[in-house]
């Protein structure tokens, strides 16, 4: 089986250069684009399955891609970007993006990251997260058709709330959730003190999911930016 087709975007040369040699050192396929327009045309072109975009671009900033690529294609975008101001990183997942790598990075998590998304691809793919169906990650279980959940054999009791948060969590699996997307999807809006609500149903939440809530197995906190549904073995 092939692996993904990955997309770089990124107008640093050496930067650029780290990357698809890592690309190439571990058998990915991949493209290049040095500048916004470039990826924008690469992407309807060649139909990647995973865009590196640099926010940086010499002529439209990164968010901007992000914005066009997402009004015709769903594929998973992951920045890397020396930005590592907790607005920048809301602003680009808000706008579509999956994950965010801050410059400097290491080659593993790079790795790591890409391994994350195809995960999540093959999740996709192999339709466990459509609706009627059953989502498992580790001990976790998720009956969408009977509108339940377990915790191995034990049925979680979860008020309406929690298990919507539950299986939004679940179909997104191994991508990083805003605040802002997150009380969009639960409550059909995003006021301020909203985040502060949700951090209540996620404290009960993983008080309910978790062997061990201060060490979270399942669901990853970003501090100032949202959470994540880890992938668990």
């Known amino acids: 089986m092939n692996k993904p ?14 990357i698809t040699t890592t690309l190439r050192a571990h058998d990915y396929r991949f493209l290049s684009a040095a500048n916004g327009e470039s990826a924008i045309l690469e992407a309807s072109s060649h139909n990647p399955d995973i865009m590196l975009l640099d926010l940086g671009l010499p002529d439209l ?29 809301i602003e680009a997942l808000d706008a579509g993006a999956d994950d965010y790598l801050t410059k400097p990075f290491s080659v593993e998590e790079l790795l790591a ?33 009977a509108g339940c959940a377990f915790l191995g054999e034990e049925e979680l009791h979860l008020t309406p709330s ?20 997150i009380a969009q999807q639960i409550w059909g809006r995003s006021w301020e003190n909203d985040v502060a609500s949700l951090r209540v149903y996620m ?31």
């Open 113 to 145: 990251r890409l391994r994350v998304t195809q995960r999540r691809l093959a999740t996709l793919q192999a339709g466990v997260v459509n609706e009627g169906a059953v989502f498992t990650n580790g001990r976790l279980k998720v009956d969408y058709a």
């Open 61 to 89: 900033d990164g968010v901007e891609v992000i914005h066009r690529v997402r009004t015709w294609s769903n594929l998973p975008i992951i920045v890397i970007s020396a930005r590592s101001e907790d607005t920048d990183k």
């Open 162 to 181: 929690e298990y919507k948060l539950l299986c939004l969590l679940c179909k997104n699996v191994g991508k990083v959730l805003t605040h802002t997307f």
């Open 203 to 233: 404290a009960n939440l993983r008080k309910k999911l978790e062997r061990d809530p201060d060490s979270p197995q399942y669901i990853q906190t970003h501090i100032g930016v949202g959470y994540r549904m880890l992938k668990v073995e």
């Open 5 to 18: 087709l990955i997309l770089v975007v990124e107008d640093d040369a050496p930067v650029r250069s780290l």
